[in-house]
Structures are given as C-alpha cells and as structure tokens.
C-alpha cells in the first residue's frame, strides 16, 4: 500500500489548462504559494508559472498506512476509503488528521500574515488541505467571497479578512 501511496504522490498530472478565471486570480497574485508536491510544480508548469515559495505546510493529508494488498479497489476507490479511515482515525498513522489540522492552522496563521503583508496572496495546492485551511480561515473570521475554477483539478477560493 505505501507503495501506492508513493506511486500516486509522484504521478504525471492532467494537463488541460484551467479556466482563464483560474489563471486570472494566480497571475495577479503578489505572491505564489504552492505546497511541496511535484503535482503543484507540475501544474503551475501547465500555465507557466513559478510559485514564490513552496512549503511542506500545504501539503496533502498523509494517507493512513495500511498494511497488505488482499482488497483490490480502484485508485479512486482507495483514496476515498483512505480518506474515510484518515477522518475515523483509523490505519497506522493514527494522528494524521491530527496532525494536519495542526499544520492547516499554521498554513492559515502563515497565510494571513503573507496578506497583511502583500494583499494578494495565492495558494497552490490540494483538495484535503485547502478544506481544512478554509475552515480555520473561516473560524478566524475570513469569509469566502468567491468559489469556482470549473473543473475538479483547477477548483479556487477566494477568501477576505474580517
């Protein structure tokens, strides 16, 4: 399974390019944020962009280790059921969700500092961690003015101070 894991992280990314609106908000950001995955280098090559600074903070939730391949699933079966076990606490890493509900209130204590500082602030990364800094953004007193993207991979967020 770790292997697997493994396998996914460093995976080739889908190449469509994004919505123009997606390249809009990244483009006039004052600062590029990505997490330090090789899929977020991969997909801000697709629009020819480098980020400002990459940090291990926007990282995907680790998957809990399972150990044995007896169940055959779809990849998209597994990383749903992953998931799942992650949320319930289950598998070998028992504190991930712990743990990166821990690092999503860093991420976004990080985050609110870069805006203060440069206003416009972009973050490249993934679906389980952006869920999770969204909610701690949001229970700093953020709100979520603007959503959209249009696609699964090139979905955006667009947050403004209390």
Same mark, same amino acid.
């Given at each position: 399974?770790?292997?697997?894991? &493994?396998?996914?992280?460093?995976?080739? =990314?889908?190449?469509?390019? !994004?919505? %123009?609106?997606? =390249?809009?908000?990244?483009?006039?950001?004052?600062?590029?944020?990505?997490?330090?995955?090789?899929?977020?280098?991969?997909?801000?090559?697709?629009?020819?962009?480098?980020?400002?600074?990459?940090?291990?903070?926007?990282?995907? =939730?680790?998957?809990? &280790?399972?150990?044995?391949?007896?169940? @055959?699933?779809?990849? %998209?079966?597994?990383?749903?059921?992953?998931?799942?076990?992650?949320?319930?606490?289950?598998?070998?890493?028992?504190?991930?969700?712990? &743990?990166? %509900? +821990?690092?999503?209130?860093?991420?976004?204590?990080?985050? =609110?500092?870069?805006?203060?500082?440069? &206003?416009?602030?972009?973050?490249?990364?993934?679906?389980?961690?952006?869920?999770?800094?969204? @909610?701690?953004? +949001?229970?700093?007193?953020?709100?979520?003015?603007?959503?959209?993207?249009?696609? %699964?991979?090139?979905?955006? @967020?667009?947050?403004?101070? !209390?």
């Amino acid at each position: 399974m770790n292997t697997w894991v &493994e396998a996914y992280n460093h995976a080739p =990314i889908d190449t469509t390019l !994004p919505s %123009k609106e997606v =390249i809009r908000h990244i483009k006039e950001a004052n600062i590029l944020l990505a997490s330090s995955l090789s899929r977020t280098s991969d997909s801000l090559a697709v629009i020819d962009v480098a980020p400002t600074e990459k940090n291990i903070l926007f990282d995907e =939730i680790a998957l809990p &280790e399972v150990k044995g391949t007896w169940l @055959k699933l779809s990849a %998209k079966t597994w990383l749903v059921l992953l998931r799942l076990m992650m949320l319930a606490g289950f598998g070998k890493k028992s504190k991930v969700y712990t &743990e990166a %509900k +821990q690092r999503a209130k860093e991420a976004s204590e990080y985050l =609110i500092h870069l805006a203060n500082k440069h &206003e416009r602030v972009a973050l490249m990364g993934h679906g389980g961690m952006h869920w999770l800094v969204g @909610k701690e953004l +949001q229970r700093l007193g953020w709100k979520c003015v603007k959503q959209g993207g249009g696609s %699964k991979n090139w979905g955006y @967020k667009v947050y403004a101070s !209390p």
